[in-house]
């Protein structure tokens, strides 16, 4: 019970909703795609913000160097205006920096910490300006600087450049993201509740086709209309369609089935009862309660015999996936199926032999099960037995063959009798239940046959019936099987 119970709940562990299956891929990638914008938008917001400071850096790089000159005596000159220096202080948020160095690395003006340019920074043409990330006394800067190539001969360059620290830069930064990002927290709940909306929408067909299928009584088995569901839905229920197809003509098969066989067992109890009423009644003689009593046994014979090939078909029906395959060899079946029919064919007078390759021989095996085999062999024996005659003018001959094709490689088995045959008209409609050629006077329960054919159909294998002597009168019968490749 503990084991029971563990199943189930692993079952419903496992079994999974369509709607929140569906629910979870639409809604990862829209959580997941939002961190990713939250990062994209702060690096664009990082260089919208430094654009308008970096022109204005470049501005007061460009005016201090106009400022450098060079003197009578060759040497590099700087003068700041008053006014000039009072603007580079002007800012309350950030600090501002500058340097100035002549040819020889000289500081002329300005803070003399501030980093110079690495040597494999570029350095342009003259008045050219770069803008380069830097620290300065502990503080992210970001530094404007350019050369400037005063005389003509050759001379190194002089370097002018402008630090700011990032204060307002991160504040810009932090505005532009508030300004995007705000709005999609609102959007996001509202997106998420629009995706919800329009699944709940989508499911809604399955979930109609659903109580329609419901509300049906269950005996009614019509196709459900496939055109009233979206088309991805509709090869779904097509299917459902074909099953209950497929279910209405097994249910009319197993109805007419059970009708024929009540049937057939209700001539033989009929006739135990009559039998048993005449064995009753006062007066019968010693001779008349015998050939009661041989009635009632003729009787019961008869129904015994129909309830297990009644079994027999049932069986055969269900063996296809209730007992185990395994490597059958169709020879050592076959005199097995000889061996057990030999007294009934001798009751008969008949010539009961066998044909074909030995047991063993390569080709000879067939991946089935080997009780539905031999059931299948020995109805079609019997079947030969009980229809083949022996009289004195001719003596019946059955022959049972197992043979190899030795260009297909097919398996073939033969039974062939020199009974009265099968007319061609008949040759299909001696493989339904319960039929029985006209005019044999043979008793039988009409389902030997139909058992054959049942299990070669599992086994993949074809059945078919003909004329086994046509230059004979009777020409007999020749059924035979004929399995897949090996």
Known sequence: MKSKGWNMRV???????????????????????????????????????????????????????????????????????????ELLRADETDLVYYQVRGAFNEHLSGERDLPLPTPNEPKGSSYQVHIRDDEMRGLEVRVAYTWIQLAA??????????????????????????????????????????????LVRGIKPLSQLEERIRKRKPDDLSPLDDKAVPMEVAPLVVSVNDLLERLKDSIVTQKRFLADAAHQL??????????????????SSEEDLKKSLQQIGRASVQATHTVNQLLSLARAEGGGTNLPLQSCDMALLASEVLQDCLPLAMDK???????????????????????????????????????????????????????VDPYSKVLVIQVEDNGPGIPLGER????????????????????????????????????SVDVAHPSQTPSGACFTLRFGAA
């Open 428 to 463: 299909e409609l001696v493989f339904q239940p319960f039929y029985r050629a006209l005019g044999t006077n043979v008793d039988g329960s009409g389902l030997g046959l139909p058992i054959v054919k049942e299990i070669a159909q599992q086994h993949s294998a074809t059945i």
């Open 349 to 403: 007078g008949l010539d009961l032999g066998f044909e074909g390759v030995a047991a063993g021989t390569p080709g000879g095996q067939v991946q089935g099960n080997a009780t539905l085999l031999k059931e299948m062999l020995r109805n079609l024996v019997e079947n030969a037995v009980h229809y083949t005659p022996n009289t004195p003018e001719r003596q019946g001959v059955i022959t049972l063959r197992v043979l």
């Open 153 to 198: 001969d050759g001379q190194r360059p002089a370097l002018v450049q402008v630090a700011e620290t990032r204060e307002k830069r991160s504040v810009l930064a932090a505005e532009i993201i508030k300004g995007v990002m705000l709005p999609q927290f609102a959007l996001l709940p509202l997106a998420v509740l629009l995706v919800w909306l329009a």
């Open 11 to 85: 079952f419903k562990r496992e079994q999974r909703s369509l709607f929140g299956e569906i629910l979870d891929w639409m809604l990862t990638p829209l959580l997941l795609l939002w961190p990713i914008s939250l990062a994209l938008t702060w690096l664009v917001a990082q260089g919208l913000a430094n654009k308008p400071f970096d022109r204005a850096l470049v501005y007061n790089v460009q005016a201090l160097a106009q400022q450098v000159k060079l003197g009578t005596d060759k040497r590099v000159e700087f003068s700041l205006p008053q006014p000039a220096s």
């Open 266 to 283: 209700k001539t033989p109890l009929a006739g135990l009862r009559m039998q048993a009423d005449l064995a009753q009644r006062s007066g």
